[in-house]
């Protein structure tokens, strides 16, 4: 199963996943070739090695949904923590 559908099925995670996707993306990655916003691979292999031990099989699209839900609680606890609150 493919992370996209089950993003497409949470909504409410877009604004997490868009947020972690432009974070991830190195600064002037146009100037790399070949021209594509992709994190570098010396990095994302280090990230791999760490979370899952030099496993090689692709990481279950649940994790990723997890993930993002961690990633998105992360920043508002640090915002709230910081005294930032946003108002909905």
Known sequence: ???LPLLARA???????VRVLIDLVPRRWW????PVPMP???WMRFRWETAYGGRVEPADPLELIEW???CGAARQAVRYRSGR????
């Not at 100037?31 to 070949?34: C, D, E, G, H, S």
């Not at 609150?85 to 909905?88: A, F, G, Q």
């Open 1 to 3: 199963m493919a992370v």
């Open 11 to 17: 909504p409410a995670l877009w604004p997490t996943a």
């Open 31 to 34: 100037l790399r070739w070949p």
């Open 40 to 42: 570098d691979s010396g």
């Open 68 to 70: 993002l839900q961690w």
């Open 85 to 88: 609150r946003r108002v909905r």
